[in-house]
């Protein structure tokens, strides 16, 4: 196991993360990718369960909601989930709280994973390694990554961002890079706001880094609100891994 990398991805910010998961704030999201792949189909295994992997997994909420979707729509008969993060303190939660998938730190360009392992794999808000997820993809496996929407937390970046490049979002240079990595079968776009009570405004800004290296003045002008309108839009990119 090679050591955990120091970042500002620590033990409060994955707190933060799982405090809006069992809020309910990524429930639309987890639901719309649960869909995306039953629509599309998984490979069959040829042994054993189907196979999913969050690359960047963080605390584990979000490969945890998602798996036990799919689950629950009775068309794959067994899962094994796997979690990987760079971060020790992510996976450290995530095993606390998920003693049944298998949770592992790595770097994820160094994956400890056998070749074409892997049925499913999730790409959430996370770095990707492209040569790695082939190496690792079943021949027809499906990659599923989201990215940030063009409006996503558009309400913090008009606050911390205002009149600078970072109040605008693109994610062009991703979606094409994607596009030549695998075989796209759907984009899939997802947008809602939500209003968010003080702890969770709190548990966001925290979460974000679009927070980080912003003024402490200014987020302190953010946490104290009683409430926050808060746009989340993501688009998932559902594709294939390539035939050789």
């Known amino acids: 196991m090679p050591h955990a990398a120091k970042t500002k991805y620590d033990k409060a910010l994955f707190k933060s993360r799982r405090r809006l998961s069992e809020a309910g704030c990524f429930d639309i999201l987890t639901a719309e990718i649960a869909e995306m792949v039953m629509e599309h189909g998984l490979a069959e295994a040829e042994e054993g369960p189907a196979v999913v992997m969050d690359a960047g997994c963080g605390e584990g909420a979000l490969l945890r909601n998602i798996q ?59 770095p990707s390694n492209y040569a790695e997820f082939h190496r690792m993809l079943a021949d027809r496996g ?23 490049d970072r109040a ?34 709190e548990a966001l800004i925290h979460m974000t880094p679009l927070s980080w290296g912003v003024s402490p003045e200014l987020v302190q002008q953010v946490v104290m609100r009683r409430q926050f309108e808060v746009t989340f839009d993501y688009l998932i990119l559902l594709g294939r891994k390539k035939k050789n």
């Open 68 to 126: 036990q979707r799919l689950l629950a729509q009775g068309q794959y008969g067994s899962m094994l989930g796997i979690g990987v993060d760079i971060s020790k303190e992510g996976i450290t939660m995530a095993a606390g709280g998920n003693p049944q998938m298998l949770w592992c730190v790595a770097d994820l360009a160094k994956c400890p994973i056998a070749d074409k392992r892997i049925h499913l794999l999730l790409n959430i808000l996370s």
């Open 168 to 201: 605008v979002y693109s994610n062009q240079r991703t979606l094409d890079l994607f596009q030549r990595s695998f075989e796209l079968e759907e984009i899939r776009p997802v947008r809602y706001t939500l209003v968010l009570e003080n702890q969770h405004l």
């Open 142 to 164: 499906m990659i599923l990554k989201v990215i940030p929407g063009s409006k996503y937390l558009q309400e913090l970046r008009d606050i911390f961002y205002k009149q600078t």
